[in-house]
């Protein structure tokens, strides 16, 4: 378990410009001991599971891997978005770690531990409240690349990881720019959190061995908050809809932005892997990082992704000056970057005869312009 700071509530989204005041969170629901009582009611908070044939993990899962409809898990037990998420989370490490064990137990205990602010993500909810904006950065292929090639490995990586394969373990490229997009980032007055689809256990070594300052990035005060493939959600298509009809089904297990901003207007992802991800008003598409790339002899290929990262701090950098001199929120100033947002810009440029700045004005000005999904 990680040391973390005491998690709050998540503030309302910030809607105003660089003087406004952060909206301090709300105290954390008090604990009550309430639970459930039978396997009906443990089913009841579950998505039907996957069929085998669609699941690629489904002969390899441990412990229970049941998906929790997150609404129905909120709304009953009095939970924000973030804790309902690290219940599923400690349920299925409870019954991975305790084979056999009583599945309605299991349920009580993680909604206990959820009770008394214990986050095996280290999410510092009080940290990601007050920041003005919150940057979600995918690790696999985004912020490193890593890989079992002991030739390729010798001479370009930046950490090794010898609890990997024998003889020498996974070999792990970094981004270049990670380092500064980091401070950046945070200096501007956003806040950093990893999340990864992988597996906890190699995701987290990995992270224990990258240090910043000095300091393992598992424990690095730089990161508001590190999540893996238990927090991927699924989604029932009558979720938040009286009509089911004009609901969102989510089925593929993906990451959930609402987890750091419920309104959506504070944060974004920068990720490789848009099948994960189903907000794509707040997604910004990043290049795969391959070391096998970066490090051969394409030298075009070595230069652009050493600005690759610079480029996405630059985007925030001009949606943060952007947010200070107008009376909008990170999310649309940061609009015209996205997945859905490029589509509109390219559309008014091919199309509209504007140039790229006018583009991205007109877009942050019109932020109905781009559609609210694919």
């Known amino acids: 378990m990680f040391r973390f700071s005491l998690p709050l509530l998540l503030a309302t989204s910030l809607l105003g410009c660089a003087a406004a005041p952060a909206t301090r969170p709300s105290e954390p629901p008090a604990v009550t001991g309430a ?27 441990q412990g229970d891997q049941r998906f929790f409809n997150m609404s129905r898990v909120m709304e009953r037990f009095k939970l924000v978005r973030a804790q309902a998420v690290e219940l599923q989370n400690h349920y299925r490490d409870l019954t991975r770690a305790t084979p056999g064990i009583d599945p309605v137990q299991a349920f009580n205990t993680a909604l206990d531990r959820v009770l008394h602010n214990q986050f095996q993500s280290r999410l510092d909810l009080e940290r990601i409240g007050k920041a003005r904006f919150i940057v979600v950065f995918d690790l696999d292929e985004t912020l490193w690349d890593q890989y079992y090639a002991p030739e390729t490995g010798a001479t370009c990586h930046d950490l090794v990881i010898r609890e990997g394969k024998p003889p020498a373990g996974r070999y792990v490229k970094l981004t270049p720019g ?7 980032i945070q200096a501007l007055g956003g806040a950093v959190v990893l999340f990864s689809a992988n597996l906890e256990e190699p995701t987290l070594e990995n992270l224990a061995q990258w240090k910043l300052d000095g300091v393992p990035l598992t424990e690095s005060p730089a990161i508001a908050g590190i999540l893996t493939n238990e927090h991927l959600i699924l989604q029932d298509k009558s979720e938040g809809v009286t009509d089911p009809r004009k609901g969102s089904p989510i089925r593929e297990p993906s990451k959930d932005l609402r987890i750091f901003d419920e309104e959506l207007r504070r944060v974004i992802i920068v990720d490789d892997n848009p099948t994960r991800l189903f907000q794509m008003r707040n997604a910004r598409i990043f290049k795969k990082f391959e070391a096998d790339t970066y490090c051969g002899l394409d030298r075009l290929m070595h230069v652009t992704f050493d600005n690759a990262l610079p480029q996405v701090v630059r985007e925030i950098e001009d949606s943060v000056q952007y947010m200070n001199r107008s009376e909008t929120d990170f999310a649309t100033a940061f609009l015209p970057f996205t997945s859905l947002g490029q589509v509109t810009l390219r559309f008014l440029m091919e199309s509209g005869r504007l140039d790229r700045d006018q583009a991205i004005d007109y877009v942050r000005h019109n932020p109905k312009s781009v559609d609210p999904r694919y």
């Open 35 to 61: 639970g459930i009582a039978s396997m009906a009611d443990l089913d009841a908070l579950t998505i039907p599971p996957l069929p085998a044939w669609v699941d690629k993990y489904a002969d390899t899962n």
């Open 178 to 184: 990670w380092q500064q997009a980091f401070e950046r």
